[in-house]
């Protein structure tokens, strides 16, 4: 019988796939806004679709808003800074019929005491 060995988490939290379809505009801005894919107490990963004229590298700072007719939310300039930014897998160009699918990941930054519980209270109501 084999002996299968736990991988060691390299994250110190765990990233959340998120429920619905919340929107992350990034500033300074890449492209349109992004469909926010995961997400953590320290993190977000981000799938946007990257405009040709777009030399933008680095985000210094998010919002985040579900478009929800109940319960609406808005996280409102979170200061991030950016991890990674690579092209997304070709199954996922093909499935969502982008040319140029990017996915960013992003590091929170210096979150207020008020940023931090409305990040918390958006990772309990749309992740799972």
């Given amino acids: 019988?084999?002996?299968?060995?736990?991988?060691?988490?390299?994250r110190a939290t765990e990233r959340h796939f998120?429920?619905?379809k919340p929107l992350a505009?990034?500033?300074p801005a890449p492209s349109k806004p992004g469909r926010l894919l995961r997400i953590s107490r320290d993190a977000a990963e981000?799938?946007?679709?990257?405009?040709?004229?777009?030399?933008?590298p680095m985000t210094a700072e998010?919002?985040?808003l579900v478009p929800d007719f109940i319960r609406g939310i808005f996280l409102e300039k979170i200061p991030v800074t950016t991890v990674s930014d690579l092209p997304a897998p070709d199954?996922?160009?093909?499935?969502?019929?982008?040319?140029?699918?990017?996915?960013?990941?992003?590091?929170?930054?210096r979150l207020t005491p008020e940023q931090s519980g409305q990040l918390q209270s958006f990772i309990y109501s749309?992740?799972?």
């Fill in 1 to 10: 019988m084999k002996n299968l060995l736990k991988t060691n988490e390299r």
């Fill in 18 to 20: 998120m429920i619905g």
């Fill in 25 to 27: 505009v990034m500033r």
């Fill in 46 to 56: 981000i799938a946007y679709c990257s405009a040709e004229s777009s030399t933008e």
């Fill in 62 to 64: 998010i919002d985040v």
């Fill in 91 to 109: 199954s996922a160009v093909k499935e969502n019929g982008y040319d140029q699918l990017r996915k960013r990941v992003v590091r929170f930054e």
């Fill in 126 to 128: 749309y992740a799972k």
